[in-house]
């Protein structure tokens, strides 16, 4: 007889094939990646993985969603460090689906870390959106930074509060999204440990964190506005018995919605008496418009997620005391301008980005971006210069999202080259790779149009090119960063 995982014995009542829900969570799945669209198309990006030898396929239910073979480590690819696309299971990007953000919506992310849907989400609301990035903790948030660094994200603020007491005002976002802490019973990270079982004091505390926060996203979300409620684990308590407490205490102001997703094969939320529930009581029927999936129905990890509409009439604008500090270009013209002349940038390189001063460096913002001012904001757009001064090295940030408008210092790679300034080695240049005319040792990397990063040429003008790529997106950190989990 097969060896039945300890933590699934409670839902023996609850699936109707646990034999094979045990199977599931045994067997590996296919690596998924989520496509940075505002860099590549999916089809551009599945023939660059198809040239490699990995037989990509786009997932046919999320168009920017691409499946690899099971043999595709996704943090190993030239691509991943061009910030082409990030590594996100399949089922984890369900939620920010259901979401729905559209273009120059400001949304929330109240458990953004470590930033795979915020990453999404910036996606879909494009370069006139917001993306508030929130997390209780800050060292998490770091890893949403450096993803929005790679993926050439200008438009995300990141804050570091408890969700449960977010202090802007009610009605300050246009949707909110509760990727909520839990025991992550269906994720990847914990299909590797068959053993584990849920401490239920553990499940009792975290069940009051999902309610607070849930209540809280509620409340900052506008009429008219959407919620999603998600967590990657399969516990009733935590996912329907959460919705249909939170839903009970806000009364008519919010009302599960009815969604689906072709393509994806999800089941509905539990209803009734399922023996697991919170106080025993029966769960509504309209909680089956709450969305689950099981990995052995829909092939993925396992995911909960629940679309929540907050009722009323959108306001027509939003009222002053809700409205964020947009951000007002200061007069760096000065750096702006040598960047411009070094690498041959048009002004359109510029195009609704304004440059601000943080700290020591300096950081191109969406000119459309909100912040608010409190809390105040950990980080912001993507930083131009990390030092003052006439043109000081530009960042690897900077350099890959400016990359494709440069007509001056720029030079464009063979494979060989690229990996090796992925490597961090020395490049040597054949002879038609030199600049024509040199107005700096700095110079910009490209590899089939995409910018790879900064480098500089040899003091003696030798064809050689020093790798400027982060050390810590060379190595340990691009694979951690790169892991399929949530
Ligand atoms: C499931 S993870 C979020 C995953 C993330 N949404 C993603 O897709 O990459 C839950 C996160 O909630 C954060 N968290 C836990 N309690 C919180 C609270 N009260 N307020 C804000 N964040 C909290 C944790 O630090 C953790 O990063």
Aim: with cysteine.
């Amino acid at each position: 007889m097969r060896h039945l995982r300890p933590g699934l014995e409670p839902y023996r009542s609850i699936v109707a094939d646990i034999e094979a829900l045990n199977d599931a969570l045994n067997a590996s799945r296919p690596p998924t990646v989520h496509v940075n669209t505002a860099r590549i198309g999916p089809p551009s990006l599945i023939e660059r993985f198809q040239s490699d030898g990995w037989r990509a396929e786009p997932l046919g239910w999320m168009p920017s969603g691409i499946r690899l073979p099971k043999v595709g480590s996704p943090g190993r690819h030239w691509a991943y460090r061009a910030g082409l696309y990030q590594g996100q299971e399949e089922a984890s990007m369900m939620p920010v689906a259901l979401l729905q953000p559209q273009p120059g919506e400001r949304v929330l992310d109240l458990c953004a870390a470590p930033g795979n849907k915020t990453a999404q989400i910036a996606l879909a609301v494009g370069p006139t959106g917001t993306t508030v990035a929130n997390d209780r903790d800050a060292h998490r948030l770091g890893v949403v930074r450096d993803t929005a660094l790679r993926l050439g994200l200008d438009r995300i603020v990141s804050v570091v509060h408890d969700g449960a007491t977010f202090p802007l005002p009610a009605g300050a976002f246009d949707r909110v999204l509760v990727d909520a802490p839990c025991t992550s019973e269906g994720s990847s990270k914990v299909s590797r440990d068959p053993d584990r079982v849920v401490d239920p004091g553990y499940r009792r505390w975290v069940m009051g964190q999902q309610k607070a926060l849930l209540r809280r996203a509620i409340d900052l979300c506008r009429p008219g506005g959407r919620v999603v409620y998600s967590t990657c684990t399969f516990c009733p308590d935590e996912n329907e018995g959460v919705v249909a407490a939170v839903l009970n205490d806000v009364g008519d102001r919010a009302r599960l919605a009815d969604v689906r997703l072709p393509g994806l094969r999800t089941s509905p939320g539990l209803t009734g008496t399922t023996g697991l529930s919170s106080g025993g009581r029966p769960l509504a029927p309209e909680l089956a418009r709450s969305v689950r999936l099981w990995p052995h129905i829909a092939g993925t990890g396992g995911f909960f997620a629940a679309a929540i509409d907050v009722l009323g009439e959108p306001p027509g604008q939003m009222p002053e005391r809700h409205r964020h500090r947009a951000f007002r270009d200061e007069d760096h013209g000065a750096l702006r301008a040598a960047y411009q002349d070094i690498f041959g940038l048009p002004d359109a390189a510029f195009d609704g980005r304004v440059l601000v001063a943080k700290g020591e460096a300096i950081v191109m913002v969406a000119r459309d971006l909100q912040a608010p001012s409190h809390p105040v904001p950990a980080t912001y757009g993507l930083p131009l210069a990390r030092a003052r001064g006439t043109a000081p090295k530009m960042t690897t940030a900077a350099a890959m999202a400016l990359a494709p408008f440069a007509s001056g210092n720029v030079i464009d790679l063979t494979a060989d080259q690229r990996d090796a300034f992925h490597a961090r080695r020395t490049i040597e240049l054949d002879n038609g790779q030199m600049p024509k005319s040199r107005k700096s040792r700095m110079v910009i990397l490209r590899y089939e149009g995409f910018g790879l990063g900064v480098g500089f040429l040899a003091r003696d003008g030798a064809p050689l090119v020093e790798s400027q790529f982060p050390r810590i997106w060379s190595s340990h950190k691009a694979r951690r960063n790169s892991g399929t989990h949530s």
